[in-house]
């Protein structure tokens, strides 16, 4: 995929071996999973071909907003899209102010994650 990276940034175990999963369906190889949002900015900037960030929003210490935002100060450019158990919150607008381009809920739908895949990591330059 031309150097691509997805950057998943997740503290659930199950969630992180789901997206394992999902990335081999999708036979996608270049891939990072962290913890926290300062291991997030850390990997961000040791590894300069991110396509996408896949941010949970509940993270420890710092959350997936507050965490966006300083990716974004790195790299304004980067593709984010927050995985949420809270659809209400995103319906009702609550994280407008994350800055993100894309959401998906939790439990993760294989079409969703395909849609969201195929939107910003297959189909940019």
């Not at 190889?29 to 962290?34: A, P, Q, R, T």
């Not at 210490?61 to 995103?90: N, P």
């Amino acid at each position: 995929m031309n150097n691509k990276t997805i950057l998943v940034v997740e503290d659930d175990i199950v969630s992180c071996e789901l997206f394992r999963e999902l990335f081999g369906k999708e036979n996608i190889e270049s891939f990072l999973i962290v913890n926290t949002g300062e291991e997030a900015i850390e990997s961000f900037k040791a590894t300069d071909n991110i396509q996408l960030v896949l941010m949970d929003y509940k993270l420890p210490g710092m959350d997936g907003c507050e965490t966006i935002k300083k990716i974004r100060k790195i790299k304004h450019d980067i593709y984010v899209v927050m995985q949420t158990a809270y659809a209400y919150d995103i319906k009702k607008g609550s994280f407008n102010d994350c800055h993100v381009d894309d959401f998906l809920t939790k439990p993760i739908i294989y079409e969703e994650f395909f849609r969201i895949i195929n939107k910003y990591y297959y189909n940019t330059n």
